[in-house]
C-alpha cells in the first residue's frame, strides 16, 4: 500500500479499497484490544495470580504471554515511530 500524508487524506478524494481495508482492520484491532483488556481486568479483579496458574493450562498460558509479548512489541514500536515523527 502507497503512503500518503495526512494532507493527501484531505483532498476530498474516496478511499482506496487498501485504505477501507485497513480502517477495517484498524477497527476490529481496536475493538478486540478493548475486549481483551476488559477480560484481563476482570480475571485480576476476580481472581489471584497464584490461582490462574494453577487452573490455567499451562503450555495454552504460556503461549498466550507470548502472543501479547508480541503485540506488545509491536505497539511499543508504532509508539515510538510516532515519537519521533512528533519530536
Excluded: C
Amino acid at each position: 500500500m502507497q503512503k500518503r500524508s495526512a494532507e493527501d487524506h484531505a483532498d476530498g478524494r474516496a478511499l482506496t479499497i487498501d485504505e477501507v481495508r485497513l480502517v477495517s482492520d484498524l477497527r476490529i484491532m481496536h475493538s478486540k484490544v478493548d475486549e481483551l483488556f476488559q477480560i484481563v481486568s476482570n480475571l485480576k479483579r476476580r481472581h489471584n495470580e497464584s490461582d490462574i496458574r494453577i487452573y490455567a493450562d499451562e503450555p495454552v498460558l504460556e503461549e498466550d504471554i507470548s502472543r501479547a509479548d508480541q503485540i506488545y512489541l509491536w505497539f511499543v514500536s508504532l509508539k515510538e515511530a510516532g515519537l519521533r515523527r512528533t519530536g
